[in-house]
Nanobody
């Protein structure tokens, strides 16, 4: 049974930081790009960041570049998203997803990030 389980979301003030984690199981984690994707209620999915299979190459949306850092630990089947300098517009449900080629094959259930004073 494939699972991706996110954690680490919560309420943070503007300018604050959060670290999201996503643990995968039931598939060969190290064979997949891992993505973070977010969604504001009523809006579409917004890709945030990718990390390649080995963790050596990362990609970011312009909106988060310089503030967010993605990383992974394949020994723990875990991908992380370190979010600094959070802005109200970063508030969303954050999902991790496992991707091969251009297809997101597996998704987590999401974790809510709220940025508010």
């Amino acid at each position: 049974q494939v699972e991706l389980v996110e954690s680490g979301g919560g309420l943070v003030q503007p300018g604050g930081s959060l670290r999201l984690s996503c643990v995968g199981s039931g598939f060969t984690f190290s064979n997949y790009f891992m993505s973070w994707v977010r969604q504001v209620p009523g809006k579409g999915l917004e890709w945030v960041s990718d990390v390649n299979e080995a963790g050596g190459t990362t990609y970011y949306a312009d909106a988060v570049k310089g503030r967010f850092t993605v990383s992974r630990d394949n020994n723990k089947n875990t991908v992380y998203l370190e979010m600094n300098g959070l802005k109200p517009e970063d508030a969303a449900v954050y999902y991790c997803a496992a991707r091969r080629n251009t297809v997101w094959e597996y998704w987590g259930q999401g974790t809510q990030v709220t940025v508010s004073s």
